[in-house]
């Protein structure tokens, strides 16, 4: 049998449907590959072998009894560590929760089980979201399988590291601001960020709750299609779940890989090429768009131009909701209590927890979100920045009258080395230029590898409008089914 790794979702639900192989033995075969290569690449904070090969025996039983089984059933998935799952640890890459097992699972999680799907374990990431090279993680770097002194993007580092260094073949993360694309981009994978609505958040630990939103991610844009179908749609648990099913991603995936793409209109986005990007993701971005034209799709350039200040923006709004979102964490209700000796107050022992639990990036963030909402400096910051966001919005909406989705790099850079932009935070920020404006409009975005730059991957970003993710994977699928996947240097 070929390596069990190496194949897609589909071709191992494929395998397991027919009996080829069984669910544990593919489970195997990824805890196995985890075993020797989790070392270098640190992409998992927990693996949870028992439960995979009890799952996986789940799905073995039920094909022995003739049952029905479901797209994905048998295929190992890793889940970020901001989902929370029942009895596994659930960290969020903080101190602040080490030890908390979570009572109950998330709702991704939970249809991720029903579906059959296993789950390997927790994957790393910068400290409750907050950063673009889990560097921010405070267990420890993930290493980027194409070059282990680089950043694997972040947040969702974790995630993007184990597809591309074939621990699995299926993750999940969580996009704010970038989280699913930019580790997508610089890994070589797919990463998806469904319409803002359109997964559940519901036991998901929130950072910004207006912007927060899971999504797939996978080595190819069909994978990515079935595991967005599996785990998308109306949730009564979550208040700003949209009461629609997912647009039929599978279809226009599957649509995509015939490489025609007549009648399609796509639009460059002007403000996110050209400048702010390096030469080599340029270059690949431009041979991408010849490639889309080649296919029948119609190019044309348009403007938005508020996506300029998008960064500003994000890096008001995401803080003023995590300020507020992180008071919960307070050495009472969940994971770590430090100093409570008996003789202090309970407020000493708030901040003390804080003090021990926070990182340094989240404390900016809860001080910056803070500052911005305080009284006297409410309008001129973050009322200003949600003044920008609809302006962003409109951009969005004046777009997509004239074109069918939009395009760009997913990234300005390629992943850089680790430790080369931990000290200034803005050059950290940047790493999310491209992406930020999909979030604060709140419409999907995708990520697909479109070439190399200097051996390393570079992505391109499909834009569209809200509730019309399926266009973007068909554009998605149409490039792959010319550039192909990619595969890094052997680990
Ligand atoms: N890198 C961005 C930030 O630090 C986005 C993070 C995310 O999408 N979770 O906020």
Redesign the pocket.
């Known amino acids: 049998m070929s390596d069990l790794t190496k194949l897609t979702a589909v071709e191992i639900a494929g395998l397991v449907a027919s009996g080829e192989a069984s669910a544990v033995e593919v489970t195997h075969a990824h805890l196995d590959r985890i075993a020797a290569v989790d070392e270098r690449v640190h992409a998992f904070l927990h693996v949870d072998g028992e439960g995979a090969l009890a799952a996986a025996r789940r799905v073995d039983e039920r094909r022995a009894a003739g049952e029905e089984l479901g797209p994905l059933a048998g295929v190992p998935v890793a889940v970020k560590d901001v989902l929370t799952t029942k009895g596994v640890p659930t960290t969020v890459g903080s101190k602040i929760l080490e030890g908390w097992r979570p009572p109950y699972d998330s709702t991704i999680v939970q249809r991720l089980r029903d579906a059959g799907t296993v789950m390997l374990g927790k994957t790393n990431m910068?400290e409750f979201?907050?950063?673009?090279s889990t560097e921010y993680s405070a267990y420890g770097p993930t290493h980027n399988p194409w070059d282990l002194d680089r950043i694997p993007g972040?947040?969702g580092g974790g995630s993007a590291a184990a597809l591309a260094a074939y621990e699995a073949p299926l993750a999940i993360g969580?996009?704010?601001?970038?989280?699913i694309r930019q580790p997508g981009a610089v890994t070589g994978t797919v990463g998806a960020k469904p319409t803002y609505g359109g997964t559940s958040r519901y036991g998901l630990v929130a950072?910004s709750s207006s912007l927060d939103t899971p999504g797939p991610c996978a080595r190819t844009v069909l994978d990515a299609a079935l595991l967005h179908q599996v785990i998308g749609g109306h949730d009564p648990r979550d208040s700003t779940s949209i009461p629609a099913p997912v647009p039929d991603v599978v279809a226009a995936a599957k649509l995509g890989a015939t490489g025609d793409l007549t009648g399609v209109k796509l639009g460059i986005v002007k403000e996110l090429t050209g400048e702010g990007a390096e030469p080599g993701v340029m270059a690949a971005f431009r041979e991408s768009v010849d490639t889309l034209a080649k296919l029948g799709a119609e190019i044309v350039e348009v403007s938005c131009p508020h996506f300029r200040y998008a960064l500003s923006a994000y890096y008001l709004i995401?803080p003023s909701e995590c300020s507020s979102n992180l008071a919960r964490f307070d050495g009472v209700r969940f994971g770590l209590r430090v100093g409570d000796d008996g003789n202090r107050s309970l407020e000493e022992v708030m901040s003390l927890t804080r003090e021990a639990g926070f990182g340094p990036e989240v404390k900016r963030r809860i001080m910056l979100g803070t500052y911005a909402l305080s009284s006297g400096y409410y309008d001129a910051y973050y009322g200003q920045a949600q003044k920008v966001r609809t302006l962003i919005t409109r951009d969005f909406t004046a777009a997509f009258e004239q074109v069918d989705a939009l395009i760009s790099p997913t990234t300005p850079f390629v992943a850089f080395p680790i430790g080369a932009r931990t000290s200034d935070p803005y050059q950290m920020?940047l790493?999310?230029l491209f992406t930020i404006p999909t979030n604060l409009y709140g419409g999907p975005g995708i990520s697909v590898p479109c070439g190399l730059s200097d051996g390393l991957p570079v992505g391109l970003q499909v834009m569209a409008p809200t509730m019309a993710d399926d266009r973007m994977y068909r554009v998605a699928a149409a490039l792959e089914s010319v550039v192909g996947t990619f595969t890094p240097p052997a680990l």
């Open positions: 910068d979201a907050m950063g673009s972040g947040s969580s996009d704010t601001g970038g989280s950072f995401a920020y790493a999310d």
